[in-house]
């Protein structure tokens, strides 16, 4: 990363440090890594937009989880510009006239961002979607208050669920998956996203799960599967699930739901922690009133993350492809 402390006199980040920032902030995780945003920095202020040629039609028909993924670079960003001496004053939803037009970053400097922020910075490059089985995540109490801490500026509800309830659960992502079973438009949609070898975008192929892996996790999204496999071969799923939930399904919600997701599974990463976040639970009524029947207040559930700990000593995951920056970032003076 370039070095790009900024100097004392200036008053906007320059050219090398948005740079340097939006390559980092551009790692953000997104549904089937469709990378659904368009960024402009105006010589002032940072534009985000969605991208709707992005919108997964049959998956994602309301935007939802497209929002989502926005937010989720949202936060990306202003973690990326901190860790380069920079504040970020965010307006969200800007202007009512654009509904596409989701946030608009002012700057100020921070020369001195507390080492949390520079750690999750740090931990964008090292975060993995990892949907192989995991063990138990340690220090699970800490875990759940750190991550609370982290959605209370946000007006959103974090549930940590208790092991008991794990088969109600895998009964509904199992019923997710039988419903869109025979949903041509939506199988169809699910390949063109994924299992491809090549190309700076989609799930790649070494990042799915065998058959005989993915039901040793129970809860997960259903992707074409990947050549036969039995990675942890004897570990059966211990990791632990969130469900992050709204007061109501609005775009700002789904915005700050994003925001939220980047930022627990950030803070996971940099305490050594495995994540997994699935939205396929919530894109169907039945999934979404199992979900809220296991919250302790009412709410709208929008996603839930399985945390745990992947085994010592077995190869990285390597990271999913990323869009050049000139086609998701122009910059104009």
């Given at each position: 990363?370039?070095d790009?402390?900024?100097?004392?006199?200036?008053?906007?980040?320059?050219?090398?440090?948005?740079?340097?920032?939006?390559?980092?902030?551009?790692?953000?995780?997104?549904?089937?890594?469709?990378?659904?945003?368009?960024?402009?920095?105006?010589?002032?202020?940072?534009?985000?937009?969605r991208?709707?040629?992005?919108?997964?039609?049959?998956?994602?028909?309301?935007?939802r989880?497209?929002?989502i993924?926005?937010?989720?670079?949202?936060?990306?960003?202003?973690?990326?510009?901190?860790?380069?001496?920079?504040?970020?004053?965010v307006?969200?939803?800007?202007d009512?006239?654009?509904?596409?037009?989701?946030?608009?970053?002012?700057?100020?400097?921070?020369?001195?961002?507390?080492?949390?922020?520079r750690?999750?910075?740090?931990a964008?490059?090292?975060?993995r979607?990892?949907?192989?089985?995991?063990?138990?995540?340690t220090?699970?109490?800490?875990?759940?208050h750190?991550?609370?801490?982290?959605?209370?500026p946000?007006?959103?509800?974090?549930?940590a669920?208790?092991?008991?309830?794990r088969?109600?659960?895998?009964?509904?992502?199992?019923?997710?998956?039988?419903?869109?079973?025979?949903?041509?438009?939506?199988?169809s949609?699910?390949?063109?996203?994924?299992?491809?070898?090549?190309g700076?975008?989609?799930?790649?192929?070494?990042a799915?799960v065998?058959?005989?892996?993915?039901?040793?996790?129970?809860?997960?999204?259903?992707?074409?599967?990947?050549?036969?496999s039995?990675r942890?071969?004897?570990?059966?799923?211990?990791?632990?699930l969130?469900?992050?939930s709204?007061?109501?399904?609005?775009?700002?919600?789904w915005?700050?739901?994003?925001?939220?997701?980047?930022?627990?599974?950030?803070?996971c990463?940099?305490?050594?922690?495995?994540?997994?976040?699935?939205?396929?639970?919530?894109?169907?009524?039945?999934g979404?009133?199992?979900?809220?029947?296991?919250?302790?207040?009412?709410?709208?559930?929008?996603?839930?993350?399985?945390?745990?700990?992947?085994?010592?000593?077995?190869?990285?995951?390597?990271?999913?492809?990323?869009?050049p920056?000139?086609?998701?970032?122009?910059?104009?003076?």
């Amino acid at each position: 990363m370039t070095d790009s402390t900024p100097s004392p006199t200036s008053n906007v980040p320059d050219r090398p440090t948005v740079l340097a920032a939006m390559r980092l902030a551009s790692r953000a995780p997104s549904v089937h890594n469709t990378q659904p945003w368009r960024c402009e920095f105006d010589g002032t202020r940072l534009h985000l937009r969605r991208d709707n040629d992005r919108l997964l039609s049959a998956t994602d028909p309301l935007g939802r989880q497209l929002v989502i993924s926005c937010g989720a670079m949202l936060h990306h960003v202003r973690t990326a510009f901190a860790a380069q001496g920079w504040h970020t004053d965010v307006t969200r939803l800007p202007d009512p006239e654009q509904p596409d037009y989701l946030a608009v970053i002012d700057f100020r400097r921070w020369p001195d961002p507390p080492d949390s922020v520079r750690a999750r910075a740090r931990a964008i490059d090292q975060r993995r979607t990892d949907r192989l089985p995991m063990l138990a995540p340690t220090d699970w109490p800490q875990v759940v208050h750190t991550v609370q801490m982290l959605v209370i500026p946000h007006d959103l509800e974090l549930t940590a669920l208790d092991d008991s309830v794990r088969p109600r659960l895998a009964a509904a992502s199992e019923h997710a998956t039988a419903t869109r079973r025979y949903d041509m438009e939506y199988q169809s949609e699910l390949r063109w996203w994924s299992g491809h070898s090549s190309g700076p975008e989609g799930v790649p192929r070494n990042a799915l799960v065998s058959d005989a892996e993915f039901a040793r996790v129970g809860v997960g999204r259903t992707f074409p599967s990947a050549p036969h496999s039995a990675r942890r071969g004897t570990l059966e799923d211990r990791s632990r699930l969130l469900v992050l939930s709204s007061s109501s399904d609005s775009q700002p919600n789904w915005l700050h739901t994003g925001e939220v997701l980047s930022a627990v599974l950030l803070e996971c990463t940099v305490a050594g922690l495995a994540t997994c976040a699935l939205t396929h639970i919530t894109e169907l009524p039945t999934g979404r009133r199992v979900l809220a029947s296991l919250l302790a207040q009412p709410g709208v559930p929008q996603v839930v993350v399985r945390i745990g700990t992947a085994p010592d000593n077995e190869p990285d995951i390597p990271p999913s492809p990323r869009r050049p920056l000139v086609d998701i970032l122009s910059i104009r003076r």
